[in-house]
């Protein structure tokens, strides 16, 4: 999978499960993926598109 990545690197955790669940929702070839901190929500959107974003809650990693 081929990234861009912009702004400060973060180390952050997503259940697979519900990142495969939206990315089969999305049929545009690139999403984008938004957050500010390893504890915030991810947004998850088309890229190019505002009528569709999905949020999803990190992880802990049990630092």
Known sequence: ??????GN???IA????YMIEVL???KEEQVV???SGA????VIRPAGRDDFIHVIMPM????
């Open 14 to 17: 997503f259940n697979i499960r």
């Open 60 to 63: 802990s990693t049990g630092r």
């Open 39 to 42: 504890t915030s929500p991810g």
């Open 24 to 26: 089969n929702v999305i």
């Open 9 to 11: 690197a973060v180390e």
């Open 33 to 35: 993926l938004e957050t």
């Open 1 to 6: 999978m081929d990234a861009s990545i912009e």
